[in-house]
Structures are given as structure tokens and as C-alpha cells.
Antibody, heavy 114, light 113 residues
Framework: QVQLVQSGAEVKKPGASVKLSCKASGYTFADYNMHWVRQAPGQGLEWMAWIIGGNGDTRYSQKFQGRLIITRDTYSSTGYMELRSLRSEDTAVYYC???????WGQGTLVTVSS | DVVLTQSPLSLPVTLGQPASISCRSTHSLVHSDGNTYLIWFQQRPGQSPRRLIYKVSTRDSGVPDRFSGSGSGTDFTLKISRVEAEDFGVYYCMQGTYWPPWTFGQGTKVELK
């Protein structure tokens, strides 16, 4: 069965960077695209970025242009999300999910605090 | 960007009674391929979202048939025919017709009256 297992919680200071991982299993990684979505505490869902599993092409929300990079490693079936220049408003649970929005990881809490 | 507006934002319900959530789009969500890419998610407290319905009305595997999706163009509805205790949580609509970005509604909290 399809599973997406994300890396553990992170605490970062403002201005720092964070890199999260998302290991996929149960399907051929390169055959599927991957999204990243975040959810601030008590808030709704916000789409951040998308990567094509086969060729690694990416699309980003304009909101994060310049400080967000997503990548993937097809050999280890793992997706990565790096967010730079963190600010308190980036405190959220970050989710990876498959391209059809049908499978979600368990989420990773990133806390940005001085 | 396409904006999705859900209503109500809070929906107190009685067990066994029906519930209905509206999702309205600023743009028609009919894609040039003829499909309408409107998805409904359920998020129970402390859990990741779960896709319930895609392309307006197609239920995902394992989703009880008391959940149904309908609508066209810019107006969509999620209905629960008889609310059960496991249905409490927040429901989101999302469009995948015009991207990027994919956009979500604000969410509707279904709670016990």
C-alpha cells in the first residue's frame, strides 16, 4: 500500500532554513508527482509546491518564490522540501502528498521561534 | 488565482441528521479536457487530511456512501446524508483545474450541536 513517511519535528530560529524529507513506498516513485502543502496552527490548508516524479520539473506558489526548493531522489524514493529565511509565520505542519492528492504523509511540525 | 469560498464555516449537526457544505469558485472549474477537478477532503482532529471525493462526485475507495458530491461550473456541494460520530472534523474543497496554484477553500468545521 502507498505510504509517505515524513521526517520528524523541527524547531528553528528566525532566519534559519529547514529541510524536510518524505519517503515514499508502495508505488513506483518516478511515476507519480508530489505536492507539498502546509497548515498553520488552527488554520486551513495552503498549497506550496509540486514536483514531477519523472523529470523533477517543479512549480511553486508565488508566495514562496525564492525561498522554497523542492527536490526528489528517485533512487531512495524520497522527496525533499527546503524552506529558507524562516519567520514565525512559517510555523506550521508541512505535508507531502501524492500528485492526485490521494495519499498524504503524517505531517511534520516546524516551529520557528527565537 | 481561483478563490474557493465555503459556507458555512461552522456547521453544528445532530447525529443522524443530514449536513451540507457549499463551495463556490470565482471561476468555472470545467477544464478544457471536459473534466471538473474539484476535490473534497475530510480532516479529523489530529490527523492528516483524507481525500473523500474527486472530480466533483466520485467517491474514493472506502468512503461511506452517505457522502456525496455534486455541482457544476462554479457551485459545488458536499452532503452527508446522516451524520455519524466519525464524521466530525473539518472539510475542505480544493480545485485542480487552474494551476499553479492549486487552491483550497477555508474549511468547514462540522461539530456536534
Amino acid at each position: 500500500q502507498v505510504q509517505l513517511v515524513q521526517s520528524g519535528a523541527e524547531v528553528k530560529k528566525p532566519g534559519a532554513s529547514v529541510k524536510l524529507s518524505c519517503k515514499a513506498s508502495g508505488y513506483t516513485f518516478a511515476d507519480y508527482n508530489m505536492h507539498w502543502v502546509r497548515q498553520a496552527p488552527g488554520q486551513g490548508l495552503e498549497w506550496m509546491a509540486w514536483i514531477i516524479g519523472g523529470n523533477g520539473d517543479t512549480r511553486y506558489s508565488q508566495k514562496f518564490q525564492g525561498r522554497l526548493i523542492i527536490t526528489r531522489d528517485t533512487y531512495s524514493s524520497t522527496g525533499y522540501m527546503e524552506l529558507r529565511s524562516l519567520r514565525s509565520e512559517d510555523t506550521a505542519v508541512y505535508y507531502c502528498l501524492t500528485g492526485a492528492f490521494d495519499y498524504w504523509g503524517q505531517g511534520t511540525l516546524v516551529t520557528v521561534s527565537s | 488565482d481561483v478563490v474557493l469560498t465555503q459556507s458555512p464555516l461552522s456547521l453544528p449537526v445532530t447525529l443522524g441528521q443530514p449536513a451540507s457544505i457549499s463551495c463556490r469558485s470565482t471561476h468555472s472549474l470545467v477544464h478544457s479536457d471536459g473534466n471538473t477537478y474539484l476535490i473534497w477532503f475530510q480532516q479529523r482532529p489530529g490527523q492528516s487530511p483524507r481525500r473523500l471525493i474527486y472530480k466533483v462526485s466520485t467517491r474514493d475507495s472506502g468512503v461511506p456512501d452517505r457522502f456525496s458530491g455534486s455541482g457544476s461550473g462554479t457551485d459545488f456541494t458536499l452532503k452527508i446524508s446522516r451524520v455519524e460520530a466519525e464524521d466530525f472534523g473539518v472539510y475542505y474543497c480544493m480545485q485542480g483545474t487552474y494551476w499553479p496554484p492549486w487552491t483550497f477553500g477555508q474549511g468547514t468545521k462540522v461539530e456536534l450541536k
